[in-house]
């Protein structure tokens, strides 16, 4: 069975420094992998995905996130943090088979102090 | 492009009496919806997968009758939350993708369900 771990509940980090928030997973097979980010009482905004290919994904509002096989991660990064950026983030994998439902992980809060 | 919209945003309602709650794609054809319930600071459970003209798949522990889909059109689904009870309270959020073309779910906005 798939699952996701997301080993932070929170990630406190000053305006302007790089940011990690951080995502590993474990499935039998080649997973799909997404980043979604949350704001308060709304739905899910998709960031980026992790399908194929190049390891280091680039998405929406410039955040990236790294696939690393071996370590069975798909951490979060960006390089200057904006308070704007507070939000609670979703981690989901999920595997080209039937209706490729996703799993997320349980969610990190990622708090960006001025 | 890809926005999903949902119907109510928020809603009260009695104990013992339905809801029902839109899930639209505005400008994608969604071959597949699904529902997700989310408690305060948890995460998602997904709770059916729906596809257009056919029955919706539950997951495990979802109650069937209680919870009625219907995915009547490409760009619409609706979950029906029968003699809903307090704790049936709750964020409900759909998504929606379509199969032939994107792997990515595009979520709504939710709707908070509160049953008194």
């Known amino acids: 069975a798939q699952s996701v771990a997301q080993p932070e509940d929170q990630v406190n980090v000053a305006e302007g420094n790089p940011l990690t928030v951080k995502c590993t997973y474990s499935?039998?097979?080649?997973?799909?992998l997404f980043w979604y980010v949350q704001y308060p009482n709304r739905g899910l905004q998709f960031l980026l995905k992790?399908?194929?290919?190049?390891?280091l994904v680039k998405g929406s509002y410039g955040f990236e996130a790294e696939f690393n096989k071996s370590q069975t991660s798909f951490h979060l990064k960006k390089p200057s943090a904006l308070v704007s950026d507070s939000a609670l983030y979703f981690c989901?994998?999920?595997?080209?088979?039937?209706?490729?439902?996703?799993?997320f992980g349980t969610g990190t809060r990622l708090l960006v102090s001025p | 492009g890809a926005v999903v919209s949902q119907h109510p945003s928020r809603v009260i309602c009695k104990s013992g009496t339905s809801v029902k709650i839109e899930c639209r794609s505005l400008?994608?054809?969604?071959?597949?919806m699904f529902w997700y319930r989310q408690f305060p600071k948890k995460s998602l459970m997904l709770m059916a997968t729906?596809?257009?003209?056919?029955?919706?798949?539950?997951e495990q522990g979802v109650e069937k009758d209680k919870f009625l889909i219907n995915h009547a059109s490409l760009t619409l689904s609706t979950l029906t939350v029968t003699s809903a009870h307090p704790e049936d309270s709750s964020f409900y959020i759909c998504?929606?993708?379509?199969?032939?073309?994107?792997?990515?779910?595009?979520f709504g906005p939710g709707t908070r369900l509160t049953v008194t």
């Open positions: 400008d994608f054809q969604a071959t597949t």
């Open positions: 992790y399908i194929t290919g190049d390891n």
């Open positions: 499935v039998s097979g080649n997973p799909y």
């Open positions: 729906s596809n257009e003209g056919s029955k919706a798949t539950y």
């Open positions: 989901a994998v999920s595997m080209n088979t039937g209706f490729q439902k996703l799993v």
């Open positions: 998504s929606a993708r379509d199969l032939g073309t994107s792997i990515v779910q595009y």
